[in-house]
């Protein structure tokens, strides 16, 4: 083989060796490249993934508030009806006392009324025995 035959076998060689070091080192920096797109992509993926657990967590928070204010609402309701019961509660026993004491000094009343009136039927039943012996003082006299 003569020498150039070698020297260009040689430079084939060479060439090939390069190109295969090229190849390896584009397809290494393809493959870090699309590492890096698919980290990205990962990444992107994984905000988009807290966004919508963050936005989930923002309603469950605020159907929370809204709950616990419907709750302290209804609280506010219940004493304000727990004051109103008892209120209505005093009133009435209030009432029961009033009524109570008026039916006392009406029995007291009607008891005085009784004995007034045993009094005067006492009277009138003494007045008509009064009469009677007037009468008869009166007939003995007409008679004497």
């Avoid at 993926?45 to 616990?68: A, F, G, V, Y």
């Avoid at 006392?97 to 008026?102: G, I, P, V, W, Y």
């Avoid at 005085?112 to 008509?128: F, G, I, T, W």
Wanted: without cysteine; charged residues 50%; proline residues 1%.
């Amino acid at each position: 083989m003569p020498v150039d035959e070698k020297d260009k076998q040689r430079q084939l060689r060479k060439q090939r060796g390069e190109q295969r070091s090229r190849m390896q080192q584009i397809e290494q920096q393809t493959q870090e490249a699309q590492n890096e797109i698919e980290g990205q992509q990962q990444k992107e993926l994984d905000r988009r993934k807290l966004e919508s657990d963050q936005k989930k967590l923002d309603n469950d928070r605020k159907k929370l508030e809204r709950d616990e204010a419907a709750l302290k609402r209804k609280v506010v309701q219940n004493d304000a009806q727990k004051r109103l019961a008892n209120d209505e509660a005093n009133k009435n026993q209030l009432e029961a006392q009033r009524l109570d004491e008026r039916k006392r000094q009406l029995d007291d009343y009607k008891a005085s009324l009784d004995e007034e009136k045993r009094k005067l039927q006492q009277d009138k039943a003494n007045q008509a025995q009064q009469r009677v012996k007037i009468e008869q003082a009166n007939r003995k006299l007409g008679e004497d």
